[in-house]
């Protein structure tokens, strides 16, 4: 089902492009998988295993990491009925709403189709924003459902994950098992290490590029969708300035998850990993709403 969320002809080219140089990157590690291991069989079932329980599983993994719980429109009326009101202005069928009993305030979305999805919202998030406000938020996280995103991403980073995996793999068989081992055997894991570094730190570069786009996409839906970027605008400056004031080390239990989240878990003096974020700058972001407010003629930005 084509829900009402406008298209976005840039994010496509680039999910396309980025999709395409992953496929690169993609086709010569399984290649060079399978000439250094000499298993076609090993290297598919990993793949495979891995691309098969992010994609299958990834609502439940969200939800567990999270402390997420699936809540009903009588336990969280006014949740519910924001939700309601946004999916039958985008004619998109209704996830599952779920809470999470945290004061980080956020929302994410997670699953592998509007059919099979769960928006979440911490509690945190709940207490800070008004309606409006929230409503732009999980427009924003709707978007993300309806234009297949967290599903994108799954496919595109799971190889990614798989060469990490493998990295991790390689180094700890060189530590504890090298004394063990014949001097081809050490030259083959190096080699096996080397290829899968590179191939890790080129997918999380053009993730991240991608990921980067994909916000400001979902900022824009949801503000047309709305016809209130403003108070996303809002939202957003209450949020980041929020997250900004909780310790790091609350950050840390949940900064796994910050390429889900509405607006990444990170504390004060970041500017360098800002570089390496799947989130454009809360500048950016808010430069972008600016914009599409004077598109609508909407009056003042009430972004304090």
């Known amino acids: 089902m084509r829900s009402r969320f406008e298209p976005d002809r840039q994010l496509t080219a680039r999910m396309a492009v980025t999709m395409f140089l992953l496929g690169l990157v993609y086709v010569a590690f399984i290649a060079a998988l399978i000439v250094l291991l000499k298993s076609v069989v090993l290297v598919v079932v990993i793949a495979a295993g891995l691309l098969g329980a992010q994609y299958w599983f990834s609502d439940r993994i969200a939800l567990y990491a999270m402390h997420g719980r699936i809540v009903t429109a009588e336990e969280e009326p ?20 779920a809470v999470s009993d945290m004061d980080v305030p956020n929302a994410f979305a997670t699953g592998r189709n509007a059919d099979h999805a769960v928006v979440c919202v911490t509690t945190g998030l709940q207490r800070r924003l008004t309606t409006e406000e929230l ?3 999980l427009a924003h996280e709707l978007s993300h459902v309806a234009h297949r995103d967290v599903a994108v991403i799954t496919i595109a980073s799971f190889l990614g994950v798989l060469a990490g995996l493998i990295v991790r793999f390689a180094f700890y068989s060189q530590l504890f098992g090298g004394a063990r081992r014949d001097q081809n055997t050490a030259a083959l894991l190096a080699l096996v290490m080397a290829v899968s570094a590179l191939v890790y730190a080129l997918s999380f570069l053009l993730i991240r590029a991608l990921s980067r786009y994909r916000e400001l996409a979902a900022d824009r839906a949801a503000a047309m969708l709305t016809a209130k970027p403003a108070a996303l605008a809002s939202a957003l400056t209450k949020v980041s300035g929020d997250i900004a004031r909780i310790p790091t080390r609350d950050l840390r239990t949940v900064q796994a998850f910050n390429a889900f989240f509405f607006t990444p878990a990170l504390g004060p003096g970041t500017a360098v990993a800002n570089l390496f974020s799947t989130h454009p700058s809360l500048e950016r972001r808010i430069e972008a709403l600016a914009e599409i407010s004077a598109e609508l003629g909407e009056p003042g930005s009430r972004t304090r």
């Open 135 to 137: 409503e732009g938020v």
């Open 78 to 97: 006014r949740l519910h009925g924001v939700i309601d009101r946004l999916c039958a202005a985008a004619d998109m069928p209704k996830p599952q709403v």
